[in-house]
């Protein structure tokens, strides 16, 4: 809604200043004209043909001013419509069902929260949805999953994955609630891992209304493009990092392996050149 308010005003204003140049360029071809008329009768048909070029050329601008004009008016009024909220862009928790936003300066000023709070404030939670059941409301700031530190919305559904991969369904969330700690021990299934969120249902999600200078409806409107493409791309994500976990604790497991090994020749040199000694003693 916002941004069509914007857009339209940004229009009325593209379509005042194409009035206002083709009105300018009118003006300037009746000026031509007029002397065009009034000399035409006291030059020489080689000067009546010098001053059609200019009448010409300023014919041709009117003709691109009027083509061009609406089209540019257009694109700058889209070009000029970036969000007005000032906060970061929200995501998608699919091992939550609930719209999280990265905690930053301006999500602790806009929100009041207790400076130096970290990891990701619930937006929004799904009715009936995952966090919904597990006692995780609006307003809350998730700081820690399992252990392991919060620091963007991507990384709560990581951290779930992980255990669900693992066969753990119980996960601790460590969360900020008005600044004081909630521990909240969760229940988190595969099955509702992956069950499908609707995101055209995003907007009608239950929402902190305590911060009455911010309107939750007005900002999904603003941020639905990115809510969409998020989501989208949230479980390729997730499996990119796990990915590249596994690979970073293979290449750890190989390591450790190749220390064993030298550990286990060093020994096996010691013990050979204890039995020589023992060899020639016995000599």
């Known amino acids: 809604m916002i941004i069509n308010r914007r857009c339209s005003l940004s229009n009325t204003h593209a379509r005042e200043d194409h009035l206002t140049l083709v009105q300018r360029i009118r003006d300037i071809l009746k000026i031509d004209c007029y002397f065009s008329h009034s000399m035409q009768s006291q030059h020489a048909p080689v000067e009546k043909k010098a001053l059609k070029t200019p009448y010409n050329a300023l014919r041709a601008l009117l003709i691109i001013a009027n083509i061009t004009s609406?089209?540019?008016?257009?694109?700058?009024?889209?070009?000029?419509?970036?969000?007005?909220?000032?906060?970061?862009?929200?995501?998608?928790?699919?091992?939550l069902d609930a719209l999280l936003l990265p905690v930053n300066k301006a999500v602790i000023k806009k929100f009041k929260l207790a400076k130096g709070e970290h990891g990701v404030?619930?937006?929004?939670?799904?009715?009936g949805g995952i966090a919904d059941k597990q006692g995780i409301k609006p307003g809350?700031?998730?700081?820690?999953?399992?252990?392991?530190?919060?620091?963007?919305?991507?990384?709560?559904?990581?951290?779930?994955?992980?255990?669900?991969?693992?066969?753990?369904?119980?996960?601790?969330?460590?969360?900020l609630r008005d600044g004081a700690p909630v521990a909240v021990a969760a229940v988190i299934t595969l099955e509702e891992y992956n069950e499908a969120i609707s995101v055209t249902e995003v907007s009608s999600w239950e929402s902190d209304t305590s911060e009455t200078s911010f309107s939750y409806s007005e900002y999904v409107s603003e941020e639905t493009q990115t809510?969409?493409?998020?989501y989208e791309s949230e479980e390729t994500t997730v499996e990119e990092a796990m990915t590249q976990e596994e690979s970073s604790s293979d290449e750890e497991t190989s390591d450790d392996s190749s220390e064993d090994e030298g550990d286990d020749d060093a020994g096996d040199d010691g013990d050979d050149g204890g039995d020589d000694s023992g060899g020639d003693s016995e000599e």
């Open 70 to 95: 609406p089209l540019t008016g257009y694109s700058a009024a889209y070009a000029a419509a970036p969000p007005t909220h000032g906060l970061p862009s929200p995501q998608l928790s699919k091992a």
């Open 140 to 175: 809350d700031v998730l700081s820690e999953v399992h252990g392991h530190k919060v620091h963007k919305p991507v990384d709560v559904d990581i951290a779930v994955s992980r255990d669900l991969k693992a066969g753990k369904s119980d996960i601790a969330f460590a969360v």
């Open 121 to 127: 404030l619930v937006l929004s939670v799904k009715k």
């Open 227 to 230: 809510i969409e493409s998020s």
